[in-house]
């Protein structure tokens, strides 16, 4: 076969790639960037046992799939913790919002600089001798592409049910 061809068939293909790409930015513009998100889970253990794993960021890479390691970061605003988390998809720049022991966490995003933002709110409620926990996702995602591939990918609720599935794993 001749070289032209070589040349027509990556011309096509680039083509339906940019058409893809502009496809989804467009839809993107169409969603909001803010959306509310929430998911739970029933754990055997008190909220006190539950507390101690949520909030010791030095172990959140032995039970959280993807993440490779945590970097403390000095106190943010108030002396609230702060800390950079690294994973495949590179890092990002976490702090306390507010903690109330063992009962409710939210943690948002401190990294400016990222394609998305939020909180996480964390609520344990007991529960006979365990407790429940609720997260919400109160999230934000800026680059209408990015916008896009969320909710039509994997969805909006992807991370929450990802960590609550890998904080069940932890539990058992």
């Known amino acids: 076969m001749d070289g032209r061809w070589w040349i027509g068939v990556g011309a ?4 339906g790639a940019a058409a893809v790409v502009l496809a989804a930015v467009a839809a ?9 998100t929430e998911g739970g ?4 253990q008190p909220p006190g046992a539950v507390w101690d794993v949520l909030t010791d960021i030095d172990l959140y890479p032995a039970w959280r799939p993807g993440l490779s ?5 000095p106190a943010g605003v108030g002396g609230r913790p702060r800390w950079r988390e ?15 022991a063992p009962h409710r966490l939210v943690t948002g995003v401190a990294d400016p600089d990222l394609p ?3 909180t996480w709110t964390l609520v344990l409620t007991p529960a006979g001798r365990g407790c429940s926990l609720t997260v919400t996702e109160r999230g934000e995602v800026y680059q209408p592409f990015y916008r896009a591939v969320s909710h039509y990918g994997p969805g909006e609720s992807a991370g929450v049910r990802r960590y ?9």
Do not use: K, N, Q
């Open 116 to 118: 998305w933002g939020g």
């Open 41 to 44: 889970l029933e754990l055997s």
């Open 86 to 100: 690294y994973g495949r998809h590179g890092h990002a720049t976490f702090e306390v919002v507010e903690s109330e």
């Open 12 to 15: 096509v293909v680039a083509a």
């Open 28 to 36: 993107g513009r169409r969603l909001p960037v803010e959306h509310v």
């Open 164 to 172: 609550l599935a890998a904080l069940a794993h932890r539990m058992a």
């Open 69 to 73: 390691h945590v970097e403390r970061l």
